[in-house]
């Protein structure tokens, strides 16, 4: 029995003695590398002759420099010293450059407003067209006017009368003769009229040149008169109630553009039609404060004027002269 047991314990002291050897283990010699290797690549190298702690990124990411630029704005650089604002000196160029492109911005809306508004008859343009003539009789015509005591008025081809915009016009028109006279529109020349050509009163045209001629070569411009009524009307048309309503600008210097009412609390623009009315089909603003706005932009603003359907009803307020 001794023998056994003192082989026993001399196994026992050589697994020890094996174990406590340098190496020993169940990865062996090599077992380290490979980990070094992996931490090395997954974090930024030092630069050379940086402080202990101090990395840089990697110069293989060049698409994360942005980011890494940004950051770097808000906090201190790895020296401990606050980086530069670098967005400040842009931000400042941005701010002083801004009222420029913003104000011709504006100026560029304003203009396209103005166009939007003239429509088809624009101020300044020239147009180029024929004249015919027509009996006016006593002067009333697609504009709903009513009779007019000056017959100096001529009626639009359907195109530049746009839905009744062209009323209430004054125009200019020049004769290939050189003769010039001015008249009102009135009326609407149906097709087969084509765009620029007025069908001019006999009275009209006979000014230009003799009936006969029939058709006469002529330019016309868009005129704001001196001679235009002191101050413009107002008339509702007939059936008009606080249920429903027409309402119609007479006497004003300038073409109207639009046509507004007040109601809920704002300004509601009412639909116009070709014999020359404004409607509110719901009665939305029938005798409020209406708001009319010409060619030009100029606003004006009228109150005070009751639903009397049929009844031409004084403002105090006229359009300014172009």
């Known amino acids: 029995m001794g023998i056994p047991l003192a082989l026993v314990a001399a196994g026992v002291l050589a697994c020890l003695a094996f174990a406590l050897l340098p190496g020993g283990g169940s990865g062996g010699a090599d077992a380290g590398i490979p980990a070094a290797a992996s ?29 890494t630029v940004t950051g770097s704005a808000s906090s201190p650089s790895a020296t401990g010293t606050p980086s530069p ?40 343009a020239s147009y180029q067209g024929v004249a015919t003539s027509y009996d006016a009789a006593d002067g009333n015509g697609a504009c ?81 008169p001196g001679t235009a009524p002191a101050t413009m009307s107002i008339r509702y048309k007939t059936g008009s109630s606080q249920w429903w309503c027409g309402i119609q600008v007479i006497g004003h210097r300038n073409p109207v553009a639009t046509l507004e009412v007040r109601s809920g609390g704002g300004w509601r623009q009412l639909s116009r039609t070709d014999y020359n009315y404004f409607l509110s089909p719901d009665g939305s603003g029938c005798g409020a404060p ?33």
């Not at 840089?56 to 420099?65: D, I, N």
């Not at 002083?96 to 088809?120: D, E, F, H, I, N």
């Open 144 to 224: 709903s006017f009513g009779p007019s005591g000056d017959l100096m008025v001529a009626a639009m081809n359907h195109t530049d009368y746009e839905s009744s915009s062209a009323c209430g016009a004054y125009v200019l028109v020049h004769a290939a003769g050189g003769a010039s006279i001015t008249v009102r529109i009135v009326n609407e020349c149906p097709l087969p009229c084509a765009p620029g050509q007025l069908d001019l009163s006999h009275e009209a045209f006979g000014k230009l040149a003799d009936l006969s001629v029939g058709r006469l070569p002529i330019t016309w411009t868009l005129l704001s």
């Open 85 to 124: 604002p670098a967005t400040a000196t842009p931000r400042s160029s941005a701010s002083t450059t801004a009222p420029a492109p913003a104000a011709a911005t504006s100026s560029a809306r304003t203009a396209q407003a103005t166009a939007s508004l003239a429509g088809r008859i624009r101020p300044g």
């Open 290 to 322: 209406i708001r009319i706005t010409d060619v030009y932009g100029e606003q004006l603003t009228v109150d005070g004027i009751a639903v009397k359907p049929d009844v031409v009803q004084p403002t105090q307020v006229q359009f300014a002269r172009h």
């Open 39 to 67: 931490v090395a690549a997954t974090e930024p190298s030092a630069a050379p002759g940086s402080p202990p702690g101090t990395t840089v990124p990697a110069a293989a990411t060049p698409s994360t420099a942005a980011p």
